[in-house]
């Protein structure tokens, strides 16, 4: 399939053939849905914990006779049925990271692009190049309407381009090697350079 081509001045360069099988798929939402639970599951630190019986602070002296009193048996206050006692089976630092094809992750990235596509709302750009200027870039970016925008170009950034856009809030920029479903669903407009599809092409054939 055809797509033109912008700058960021707004004008035409041309256009550019895009692959079927990359961006003309019909999206499905289960394989969305399985990459991004993998994508976010790795993200998550896993850091939470609460201490159990062994390690709260508390003497291990009896705290009444075994027998005679009227009462259950206890031996320890640090028994979960006690207050500020250890908490029982709560959660321990993990992982909640799990497995996912390479195959099907790179199935997810094609469903990702070809939503995009049927959207309409992917913009196909000549070059993202800049003088390094935010303010220049921020009025460019208001002039084409973009409003929460992924920039994904080839495998090395504009190193110019990357720190105009580093301070614009609604502008993010990612290598080609970078990209993935969940960045690419939640913009608004996806941009790909020229660069960016050929390499986003050779990473997915």
Do not use: C
Request: proline share 2%; no cysteine.
């Amino acid at each position: 399939m055809k797509a033109d081509v912008l700058t960021l001045d707004g004008s035409s360069a041309g256009s550019v053939d895009l692959a079927d099988d990359i961006y003309g798929l019909e999206p499905r939402a289960d394989i969305l849905h399985r990459v991004v639970r993998w994508q976010r599951a790795r993200a998550q630190q896993g850091t939470h914990a609460v201490l159990g019986r062994s390690e709260v602070s508390y003497s291990t002296k009896k705290i009444y006779r075994q027998k005679g009193t009227g009462g259950a048996r206890h031996g320890s206050k640090k028994a979960p049925i006690f207050r500020h006692g250890g908490v029982y089976k709560g959660p321990t630092p993990r992982s909640h990271e799990h497995e996912l094809t390479k195959k099907f992750r790179k199935l997810g990235l094609r469903h990702a692009l070809s939503a995009k596509m049927k959207a309409g709302e992917i913009v196909v750009l000549d070059a993202a190049t800049a003088e390094g200027k935010t303010s220049a870039l921020a009025k460019q970016v208001k002039d084409l309407g973009w409003k929460r925008a992924l920039v994904i170009d080839g495998s090395e950034l504009n190193e110019s381009f990357a720190r105009a856009a580093r301070n614009i809030a609604n502008i993010d920029v990612l290598p080609s090697q970078g990209a993935n479903v969940y960045d690419i669903l939640k913009s608004d407009t996806l941009v790909l350079t020229k660069a960016g599809v050929e390499a986003l092409e050779a990473r997915l054939k």
